[in-house]
């Protein structure tokens, strides 16, 4: 069997019993705990969790997951076993209370026995040690003899992160037979011989961060079966390297790298870790993640260049990634159709850091290798060494780790923690910030939404509205309905005031306590708010309306963006406040002068048509077939808000807008920098804002007019006058300088002691001093001078000048004052110079010439 067929042949068999086909969640997921989607249940938690009502009862999904970071790593095994890999397909049912464990179990077996065709006497099952439901209905409902149900502890206790939705699970397994080890079930035999394949988790608890187990508000079902485990059981190999998709795969990394596969286990492993990396790369870069130092990023910068380096491993002095990740897209392109549309950012993406890294490599590795030879036997890696690896040639520490294990030498981890020093701290200082910041009183907020529903937002319609006080505590209020936008999508909360009949308090911003409910930051103004309170809630119109303007050109500039700088450009955040707006987006190198004067055009031309907005809601699939773009960062569901914002701009928000896009005012770019590798930034101002940053400018354009004593429009022209007699005037006074500079010569020749001459000139740069010490080495019965003092610019500088009879070496004199000094200088035999920052080393120079003088 193929993969297609089987992706088809698994869902097609879920939704004849009423489960509903979701199509696989990005890779990168709306939950903070975790850096990619994991399994196969990852977009439903909300569901399981209670946060969100599920649409659906049932569902059924093929969901792209990534393991490699976090506390489900599979990184380092690629290559090296027969089924590890960094990205693979979870087949998946899931039940949202609907059904559990006696479907759950009835169905896994249908499908696997009579639609699949696995033999029943070669399946066997593991229950926990405390589900007597699971073991009795492996046993009394499908048939599993006793003696092939074992029970094990916390391999069948399934969790998704250290808090969350958790339970106890059920393994089937495939006995590959006594060949592959010994036998006793997966309890007692070989890890190899028994396979799991597939997990049935039967949801029942949210653990807390105390550790404690709070009951789900209805027990669900989740399972998730590695596609790739399936295929290669089904079709009898004793890997996921011999299935259809991975063949072809590593007929084509051993095309690239004229390496074949087979011929050679080291050579073997370079192939299958190639194989992988170039899948897992191509759907991360399609789903929004690029090569960067921090988080996510960093992952796949890891991913990247291990594969890198195993291409160079096998010889390979040419850019292989880019032909690996053709082959992806034409393997998983009928699936994931998004990835023939970002074939081309996709190339770009991993030739640009496969180049990059390349010219890195040789160099690194010719570090490492010297390193690595001079380590006595016990030793290890010196972490300054791998500190050195990571900050100047771009070897992530586990690359370094991977390549001296290779050699059986350990790396000095407390060393290289100690060399990463403030970076360190500063990024675990951001995480901690992270995993603090939370909704204020949780469980309060959720029996809020249970009873009463969600917020209903009326902030479109209207700016004041009437509503009902359903929490309130002093600091935080939950009303039934409001005006007010909870902060999303990059769009600050809306601020305000609530009046009631008992007092009023003013709004600071708004953001969702739970899913679902706005939660208004409040502080008194006067009296309280109480529950059951009736009162009227009005936002800040101002400041609403520069918040509309600022988000609509949000989305103009993401059009022209595109439009001059390639589709490839994707939103990776962004954030619209009152008085400006920011957006971040993938591009690889700076934006030119040039082109943000042609993006702002583009944008400007596009308000100037005053052409409508039309924000509607409809559904994904409506909203797909308009070509609707999402953004980074939003979560959507079944319903979506689409916006229409001119002729040019289709895009999934549910922010608010302006009704034309003359409201928005002029569009000015006001800033464009670097967040990150391949990630930049612009900042602009619309509307008021643009017209106030004019002012500004047209202020600061007077004051410097009027100090350079022309009009305005001819302030460059001034400019380049004043600059012209400035240098001019330098110039005279550098003439002057030297001129009384020289006129010291006499002086100084008169001291001199057996032809020698040693003395301190202050106010002369290295240049001026040079020139003095020949003049003064001119002069009769003068054939070697010596000069130092400290310039008028700061730092200190000497100068040696010698005569071919003296039988002196210039640079010699200066040898040991160059240090004193704290700098350096070009040595020569007949005349040398030196420049350091310490002035106050510049005696014991001259003391330390006069000394090698003799």
């Known amino acids: 069997m193929e993969a297609n067929e089987l992706r088809r042949t698994f869902t097609d068999f879920f939704v004849a019993r009423d489960h509903t086909l979701v199509p696989s969640a990005s890779l990168i997921p709306h939950d903070p ?73 009835a169905y896994a077996w249908e499908l696997v026995t009579d639609v699949l065709g696995f033999d029943p006497e070669r399946l066997w099952v593991t229950v926990h040690l405390t589900d007597d439901d699971a073991a009795d209905i492996w046993r009394d409902g499908v048939g599993v003899p006793a003696d092939r149900i074992q029970r094990l502890d916390d391999d069948n206790w399934w969790r998704m992160a250290d808090t969350g939705p958790n339970g106890p699970s059920s393994e089937v397994f495939f006995d590959r037979g006594p060949e592959f080890g010994d036998g006793g079930g997966p ?45 290669s059981v089904l079709d009898g190999h004793d890997s996921v390297w011999a299935t259809d998709e991975f063949q072809a795969l590593l007929r084509s990394a051993g095309s690239l790298t004229r390496v074949r596969d087979g011929d050679d286990a080291r050579s073997d492993v370079s192939l299958r870790i190639l194989a992988d990396h170039a899948r897992s790369s191509t759907m991360l870069i399609s789903d929004g993640v690029f090569p960067s130092n921090e988080e996510r990023g960093y992952v796949l910068r890891r991913i990247l260049r291990r594969a890198i380096r195993h291409a160079y491993l096998l010889g390979v002095e040419h850019p292989v990634m880019p032909g690996l990740v053709d082959t992806v897209v034409d393997l998983l392109g009928e699936p994931y159709p998004e990835l023939v549309d970002n074939r081309e950012v996709i190339h770009e993406v991993v030739e640009r850091e496969e180049i990059g890294f390349r010219r890195t490599l040789a160099s690194g590795s010719k570090l490492l290798d010297a390193e690595l030879e001079d380590i006595e036997s016990g030793g290890a890696l010196p972490g300054a060494v791998a500190f050195q690896l990571h900050d100047t040639y771009g070897f992530p520490l586990e690359v370094t780790q991977e390549i001296t294990a290779e050699r059986g030498v350990p790396v000095d981890l407390e060393g290289f923690e100690a060399a990463m020093g403030e970076q360190r701290s500063r990024a675990q200082a951001d995480q901690a910030a992270k995993a603090a910041t939370g909704p204020v009183d949780t469980a309060a907020l959720r029996e809020i939404h249970q009873a009463s529903g969600d917020t209903e937002f009326v902030g479109r319609e209207r700016n004041s509205a009437p509503a009902v006080v359903l929490h309130s505590d002093g600091s935080s209020v939950v009303l039934d309905q409001t005006p007010f936008y909870a902060e999303s999508g990059g769009q600050v909360g809306d601020t305000g005031e609530i009046i009631g009949p008992n007092g009023r308090v003013r709004v600071d911003d708004t953001t969702f306590g739970v899913a679902g409910i706005h939660l208004h930051h409040v502080a008194a103004v006067d009296g309280r708010l109480d529950v059951g309170d009736a009162v009227t809630a009005t936002i800040d119109d101002d400041r609403r309306q520069a918040i509309r303007r600022n988000h609509t050109a949000t989305h103009i500039l993401h059009w022209a963006l595109r439009e001059v700088l390639g589709d490839h450009v994707k939103q990776q955040g962004s954030w619209v406040g009152p008085d400006r707006l920011r957006f971040d987006f993938s591009h690889f190198e700076a934006v030119r002068p040039d082109q943000i004067a042609a993006i702002e055009d583009l944008a400007n031309a596009e308000v100037l048509t005053n052409a409508a907005c039309i924000h509607v809601e409809t559904s994904m699939e409506e909203a797909q077939q308009r070509g609707a773009l999402a953004f980074f960062g939003d979560k959507y569901g079944d319903r979506v808000r689409v916006l229409e914002a001119g002729a040019h701009s289709v895009e999934l928000c549910g922010g608010t807008h302006v009704r034309s896009l003359g409201d928005i005012g002029n569009i000015k770019i006001i800033g464009e920098s ?60 550098a003439e002057l300088e ?6 010291q010569a006499d002086d100084l020749a008169v001291g001199a002691i057996d032809g020698l001459v040693v003395g301190r000139v202050d106010g002369l740069d290295q240049a001026g001093l040079r020139e003095l010490a020949v003049a003064v080495r001119d002069r009769p019965g003068v054939n070697a001078v010596v000069l130092g003092g400290a310039p008028d610019g700061g730092g200190a500088a000497l100068a040696a000048a010698v005569s071919e009879e003296s039988g002196l070496d210039a640079g010699a004199l200066l040898a040991e004052g160059k240090t004193l000094i704290q700098g350096g200088g070009r040595p020569a035999a007949d005349i040398a110079t030196a420049g350091g920052k310490n002035p106050d080393g510049v005696d014991g120079a001259l003391a330390a010439a006069r000394a090698a003088a003799g």
């Open 187 to 231: 309890a007692h035999g070989g890890e190899e011989r028994f396979l799991e394949f597939w997990n049935l988790v039967f949801m029942q608890f949210d653990q807390q961060a105390d550790g404690t187990q709070v009951p789900l508000p209805k027990p669900s079902i989740d399972t998730g079966a590695g596609l790739e485990r399936v295929l």
């Open 674 to 733: 670097s967040i990150g590798s391949n990630l930049r930034r612009i900042e602009a101002v619309t509307g008021t804002g643009a017209v106030e940053r004019l002012r500004g400018v047209e202020a600061i354009l007077d004051g410097v007019a009027d100090r350079l004593g022309v009009p305005a429009g001819e302030v460059l022209d001034g400019s380049d006058k004043r600059m012209a007699e400035i240098k001019e005037l330098r110039k005279r006074v």
């Open 33 to 105: 705990s975790l850096l990619f989607t994991n399994s196969g249940m990852v977009p439903f938690k909300p569901y399981f969790l209670g946060e969100e009502a599920p649409p659906y009862p049932r569902a059924v999904s093929v969901q792209k997951v990534v393991r490699a970071g976090g506390k489900h790593n599979d990184l380092d095994e690629v290559g090296r076993t027969s089924r590890h890999l960094t990205f693979f397909e979870m087949l998946g049912n899931f039940s949202f209370g609907d059904y559990f464990k006696e479907e759950a179990i």
């Open 738 to 743: 030297r001129a009384v500079a020289l006129g």
